[in-house]
C-alpha cells in the first residue's frame, strides 16, 4: 500500500492522495517489529507523514526506527531514523532534544556515537 501512495501523490498531488496516504501511515503502524522490511515500510510513512504535514505522526514514526536500529546495531537503518527524528524535531522546534536522548552534545560526540554503531 506505500508504494500505492507515494505513485499516486506523483500523479494526482497531496490533495487527491491524502486519504491513501493516511490509509498507507495507519498500514505501517501495525506492521510487526520483526518483519524483514520494517526499515523501508517505515521511512516510506515517515516521509507520507512529512507530506501530510503531520508531525506528531512523523515523530512516533521516527522514533520507532531508532529504537529498532539501535537494539540491532543497523547502521544505515540509524542514519535514516535520525534525519527523519531530527525533521521532526526541528519542526516542532525541539533539535537539541534529539542530542540529548541520545547522550549527544556535541558534533564530537556525535561522531562518537555514530563510529560505535558502525564499528565490529
Known sequence: M???AGTALHLEGLAGTGPRL??????VRRVEPTAP??????????????LLGDDITLHELAWRPHAEAGRRGAAIPMALALGH?????????????????LGVHSRRELTTHRDRLTSG
Open 37 to 50: 522490511e520494517l526499515f523501508q515500510l517505515l521511512a516510506a510513512a515517515c516521509s507520507h507523514a512529512t
Open 22 to 27: 493516511r490509509q498507507a501511515v495507519a498500514a
Open 2 to 4: 506505500v508504494p500505492d
Open 85 to 101: 527524528t531530527a525533521l521532526s524535531e526541528l519542526i516542532a522546534g525541539r533539535l537539541r532534544k534529539v542530542f540529548r536522548k
